[in-house]
């Protein structure tokens, strides 16, 4: 599966960003979607991940009630809505695709994104 990532950029605190992954190939091999990121210094971490057939999602606790998950099957893209955003979110955001939500096999670049105080 090949990812695109885009979307990211500079925001303030409070503000808000809306991450796309453009999924291409064999899509259907990985029904799990997810998206990571990794701040400078730091270790990459989970931030929320989706299926393909389902609509239930699953958030890291930093990020539920700010964050939303959601994905087009048509479009096979997947979104990361991004609300009342924190300078500590910021990082590299990368998607990812894999199995279940806790085997990925594939990863897109990262998107930058920069929240100043």
């Known amino acids: 599966v090949q990812l695109q990532a885009y979307g990211g950029g500079l925001v303030q605190a409070g503000g808000s960003l809306r991450l796309s992954c453009a999924a291409s190939g064999r899509t259907y091999s990985s029904p799990t979607m997810g998206w990571f990121r990794q701040a400078p210094g730091k270790e990459r971490e989970f931030v929320a991940a989706i299926r393909w057939g389902a609509s239930s999602a699953v958030y890291a606790d930093s990020v539920k009630g700010r964050f939303t998950i959601s994905r087009d099957n048509a479009k096979n893209t997947v979104y990361l809505q991004m609300n009342s955003l924190k300078p500590e979110d910021t990082a590299t955001y990368y998607c990812?695709?894999?199995?279940?939500?806790?085997?990925?096999?594939?990863w897109g670049q990262g998107t930058l994104v920069t929240v100043s105080s």
């Open positions: 990812a695709a894999g199995s279940t939500t806790s085997m990925y096999n594939d």
